[in-house]
Nanobody
């Protein structure tokens, strides 16, 4: 079955950086639109950044200029480079893969930004 495994979360001070990775298995990765979502305590899950099969990208307004999403189809991996982190970026970050009506989620990785 398809698996999405996130890594790279952790504790970082405000202003710091982290790079999240999500490696997919048992799927035709290059066909999928990949996304990073996050869910903070007491809040709804929201899309942070997405990248299409053609590498077009989109970002949630609050992360524009600070976060960069990229993909390496040869490694079946999508990345989220997060710079200038803020305490409000604290959340569980989830990897998402979507192709037509098919969708998969990872289990999430926790990012905690201290002030």
């Amino acid at each position: 079955q398809v698996q999405l495994v996130e890594s790279g979360g952790g504790l970082v001070q405000a202003g710091g950086s982290l790079r999240l990775s999500c490696t997919a298995s048992r799927m035709s990765f290059s066909f999928y639109t990949m996304g990073w979502y996050r869910q903070a305590p007491g809040k709804q899950r929201e899309l942070v950044a997405g990248i299409s099969s053609g590498s077009a990208t989109n970002y949630e307004d609050s992360v524009k200029g600070r976060f960069t999403i990229s993909r390496d189809n040869a490694k079946n991996t999508v990345y989220l480079q997060m710079n200038s982190l803020k305490p409000e970026d604290t959340a569980v970050y989830y990897c998402n893969a979507r192709y037509m009506s098919v969708e998969y989620w990872g289990k999430g990785t926790l990012v905690t930004v201290s002030s």
